[in-house]
């Protein structure tokens, strides 16, 4: 931790951020000084000494360097206030608060307060997808998903659970009182300076409530294309899907592999304010300016299907379905592409082929999906080799096999070795693989014709390299390893080393 990012245990972000000033070294000489706003007090300044126990120095400072100090500084603080948290004494804590715009604004020195506002900056801080809150019968335990791993952080004491999920509870405003069912959420708040969009899951277990907030930072899905990773040829080919003025493009892969970013990029280089774009989502994960965004209700009854039928009265011209689950949603979709409109939506499937199978299963007839059908991109995520470890490692003959001699027994790639930028995990990060698929008149005919998928793939295959090439090439570039390629590619079952 730096010195300017080292944040004084006497100042809460609190009492800083209300009363316009900040603990943090002078400019050249390195000494602790208070920074403070035009509108602080005599009496602000003092009560800052008087936390300190010394003699400090005063510097002004604007609101916009407050603004972004009070960032830098309290930002890192997480695991110092999360531990201070866990010891605190729980018996008087009151189980209601007052909503604000941040949670760190809270004056309220509640432990449990104090300890969720900790647990999210850290998960933000370490780039965590998803927290986990585990109720069992003599621990709680708290554990962040980092690179796809579920990783234990904390062990608070066992007597915090039911505060704690209750306190998750009032944030997702959920009703604290049931306890015997599954409820689910959604808090949009502001912490540490990240916007985050947090879902609430919570379920009844044998020892008491589990709680999963997953965890959606607003700014990492704002992506252009050109920023999701694709290599050059695949770019070109979705760039030529999109520029299509009707049609189907379908975007398949495992929950949480990047399908919402890839259609919501697909949407920022469509929305140009020459089209109508609406959307019918489950749940509507951003906000997009420009574009009519419904969110599906199973208690009204709006379903995908009923939420696309309202939208064709809409006059639009590129509609995204959230996701295809049935027949339906399916057919739907694509008979608004037959009446002349660009329909983007999901599927769950383990190839980009296997989309047309999926669709076919759902009742939807070939010879209406065979000229719809634009495009096809399969993509999954892969951890990346943490830059501050990674050393040269050669590819070894069983390392070979795994992808099927695609890359050469004795070529040099990199992997992490462990370090504690990455929790000796070697890997930071994730990246995603791609494979799109130009659907052109022979795929056109295959389609029509009741092709097999192996056939189809084959054709795939020669109109263009498929994900398993782009992990080769991604790992010749030093960004993964053989044994992530092979989990996402082959779908082995290559379990990550235990922390």
């Given at each position: 931790?730096t010195?300017?990012?080292?944040?004084?245990?006497?100042?809460?972000?609190?009492?800083?951020?209300?009363?316009?000033?900040?603990?943090?070294?002078?400019?050249?000489?390195?000494?602790?000084?208070?920074?403070?706003?035009?509108?602080?007090?005599?009496?602000?300044?003092?009560?800052?000494?008087?936390?300190?126990?010394?003699?400090?120095?005063f510097?002004p400072?604007?609101?916009?360097?407050?603004?972004a100090?009070?960032?830098?500084?309290?930002?890192?603080?997480?695991?110092?206030?999360?531990e201070?948290?866990?010891?605190?004494?729980?018996?008087?804590?009151?189980?209601?608060?007052?909503?604000?715009?941040?949670?760190?604004?809270?004056?309220?020195?509640?432990?449990?307060?104090?300890?969720?506002?900790?647990?999210?900056?850290?998960?933000?801080?370490?780039?965590?997808?998803?927290?986990?809150?585990?109720?069992?019968?003599?621990?709680l335990?708290v554990?962040?998903?980092?690179?796809?791993?579920?990783?234990?952080?904390?062990?608070?004491?066992?007597?915090?659970?039911?505060?704690?999920?209750?306190?998750?509870?009032?944030?997702?405003?959920?009703?604290?009182?049931?306890?015997?069912?599954?409820?689910?959420?959604?808090?949009?708040?502001?912490?540490?300076?990240?916007?985050?969009?947090?879902?609430?899951?919570?379920?009844?277990?044998?020892?008491?409530e589990?709680?999963?907030?997953?965890?959606?930072?607003?700014?990492?899905?704002?992506?252009?294309?050109?920023?999701?990773?694709?290599?050059?040829?695949?770019?070109?080919?979705?760039l030529?899907?999109?520029?299509?003025?009707?049609?189907?493009?379908?975007?398949?892969?495992?929950?949480?592999?990047?399908?919402?970013?890839?259609?919501?990029?697909?949407?920022?280089?469509?929305?140009?304010?020459?089209?109508?774009?609406?959307?019918?989502?489950?749940?509507?994960?951003?906000?997009?300016?420009?574009?009519?965004?419904?969110?599906?209700?199973?208690?009204?009854?709006?379903?995908?299907?009923?939420?696309?039928?309202?939208?064709?009265?809409?006059?639009?011209?590129?509609?995204m379905?959230?996701?295809?689950?049935?027949?339906?949603?399916?057919?739907?979709?694509?008979?608004?592409?037959?009446?002349?409109?660009?329909?983007?939506?999901?599927?769950?499937?383990?190839?980009?082929?296997?989309?047309?199978?999926?669709?076919?299963?759902?009742?939807?007839?070939?010879?209406?999906?065979?000229?719809?059908?634009?495009?096809?991109?399969?993509?999954?995520?892969?951890?990346?080799?943490?830059?501050?470890?990674?050393?040269?490692?050669?590819?070894?003959?069983?390392?070979?096999?795994?992808?099927?001699?695609?890359i050469?027994?004795?070529?040099?790639?990199?992997?992490?070795?462990?370090?504690?930028?990455?929790?000796?995990?070697g890997?930071?990060?994730?990246?995603?693989?791609?494979?799109?698929?130009?659907?052109?008149?022979?795929?056109?005919?295959?389609?029509?014709?009741?092709?097999?998928?192996?056939?189809?793939?084959?054709?795939?295959?020669?109109?263009?390299?498929?994900?398993?090439?782009?992990?080769?090439?991604?790992?010749?570039?030093?960004?993964?390893?053989?044994?992530?390629?092979?989990?996402?590619?082959?779908?082995d079952?290559?379990?990550?080393?235990?922390?």
């Amino acid at each position: 931790m730096t010195p300017d990012t080292a944040p004084h245990p006497r100042l809460s972000y609190g009492f800083a951020k209300a009363n316009g000033v900040i603990l943090m070294p002078a400019a050249g000489s390195g000494e602790l000084c208070c920074h403070f706003l035009p509108t602080a007090s005599v009496e602000v300044l003092i009560e800052a000494q008087r936390r300190v126990g010394r003699p400090i120095g005063f510097a002004p400072i604007t609101p916009a360097d407050h603004e972004a100090a009070l960032g830098r500084v309290y930002r890192d603080s997480a695991s110092e206030a999360a531990e201070a948290a866990a010891g605190d004494d729980l018996n008087a804590l009151a189980d209601t608060a007052a909503a604000v715009d941040d949670l760190l604004d809270q004056n309220d020195d509640a432990p449990v307060v104090r300890l969720i506002n900790a647990l999210l900056l850290e998960a933000v801080k370490e780039g965590a997808s998803d927290v986990h809150i585990e109720t069992e019968e003599r621990r709680l335990i708290v554990r962040f998903r980092i690179d796809g791993v579920l990783r234990e952080v904390i062990e608070p004491k066992r007597a915090l659970a039911g505060l704690l999920v209750s306190r998750i509870k009032i944030m997702g405003k959920l009703d604290i009182a049931e306890k015997r069912q599954p409820q689910d959420g959604r808090v949009s708040l502001r912490v540490g300076g990240y916007d985050l969009d947090v879902r609430v899951s919570t379920i009844p277990s044998q020892f008491g409530e589990r709680v999963v907030l997953r965890l959606l930072d607003r700014s990492q899905t704002q992506r252009g294309i050109e920023e999701l990773g694709m290599s050059d040829r695949d770019r070109d080919a979705f760039l030529r899907i999109l520029a299509r003025p009707d049609g189907l493009l379908l975007v398949t892969g495992p929950t949480g592999s990047g399908k919402t970013t890839s259609l919501y990029a697909a949407l920022g280089r469509l929305n140009d304010r020459s089209r109508n774009i609406m959307t019918v989502e489950d749940p509507i994960e951003y906000s997009m300016d420009g574009v009519g965004q419904m969110q599906v209700n199973a208690k009204t009854g709006l379903t995908f299907a009923r939420g696309l039928r309202a939208i064709l009265r809409q006059d639009p011209d590129v509609i995204m379905v959230g996701e295809i689950r049935d027949r339906e949603t399916a057919q739907t979709a694509v008979e608004s592409a037959m009446t002349g409109h660009l329909v983007l939506s999901t599927l769950h499937t383990n190839t980009a082929i296997g989309a047309v199978s999926r669709l076919v299963e759902m009742g939807v007839e070939r010879f209406l999906l065979a000229p719809m059908l634009r495009g096809l991109v399969a993509q999954r995520l892969v951890r990346r080799v943490c830059p501050d470890c990674a050393r040269p490692h050669t590819v070894t003959a069983s390392e070979s096999a795994l992808l099927s001699g695609e890359i050469a027994t004795g070529e040099t790639v990199r992997r992490g070795a462990g370090c504690d930028a990455c929790h000796d995990q070697g890997f930071r990060g994730r990246l995603p693989l791609y494979e799109v698929v130009e659907a052109d008149r022979e795929f056109e005919r295959l389609v029509h014709e009741g092709a097999s998928e192996s056939v189809l793939q084959d054709h795939a295959r020669r109109i263009g390299p498929g994900i398993l090439a782009d992990g080769v090439a991604k790992l010749r570039n030093g960004q993964t390893t053989v044994e992530e390629v092979a989990r996402a590619v082959r779908g082995d079952a290559i379990a990550p080393e235990p922390v």
